[in-house]
């Protein structure tokens, strides 16, 4: 196996493998170009965009600064919105939902060292990929570690530090996250009757 193909099936792999660093070469460019793109070149941060990721879903939005480490293993649905200051360590597969919503300063890590220290000098790294269901509200300064799953529907609570799979359907936050609660009608109705409120002002 190459040294790519290793890191996307997660076993140990050399980040400093020269296809990997060329790679990496590509993506900070395209990086660079992008957070240093103005509001008035949307159609050109969207082509940025849409070059950099694995896949990149309709109304897609992310505000600058953005960081991550290879862009083409990052997969994400309709409706995205990254505020300030995102960093997405794709060095397995990022799989983001649709009408998912990030605040600032979210990082989602695939990438990881091993606990051995004599392992650990060598270089070798290993990743474990993440995946974010739709309808997802991540709120600010949320860390996601490796292997992450994210169900549909849920929020995570701002500084959450998320180390396990979080289910469908739940508010979850803390360090370790951990859920807090459903999802309940009760949620439903209230924030419905707000809006309506909305539409009669």
């Not at 370790?176 to 309940?184: D, E, N």
Request: glycine share 8%; with cysteine.
């Amino acid at each position: 196996m190459t040294e790519k193909e290793k890191m996307l099936s997660g076993k140990l792999y050399m980040a400093s493998d020269a296809e990997l660093r060329e790679e990496a070469k590509r993506c900070r460019k395209l990086i660079r170009l992008f957070n240093n793109s103005t509001e008035e070149e949307m159609d050109y941060r969207t082509s940025l965009l849409n070059d950099l990721f694995g896949k990149v879903g309709k109304n897609a939005f992310i505000e600058p600064t953005f960081r991550c480490d290879y862009g083409k293993n990052i997969y994400i649905g309709d409706n995205f919105f990254a505020n300030y200051d995102c960093i997405i360590l794709d060095v397995c597969k990022v799989e983001i939902g649709n009408n998912v919503m990030f605040g600032p300063r979210v990082c989602v890590y695939t990438a990881g060292h091993p606990i051995d220290t004599e392992v650990r000098i060598t270089g070798l790294e290993f990743g474990q990929e993440i995946k974010i269901g739709d309808n997802v509200w991540v709120c600010g300064n949320t860390v996601i570690n490796p292997g992450v799953k994210i169900g549909d529907n849920v929020v995570i609570g701002s500084g959450s530090v998320v180390t396990k799979d979080i289910e469908d359907n739940v508010i979850a936050a803390g360090n370790p996250c951990k859920v807090l609660r459903k999802i309940t009608q009760e949620d439903k109705e209230y924030w419905n009757k707000k809006r309506e409120e909305y539409f009669e002002d």
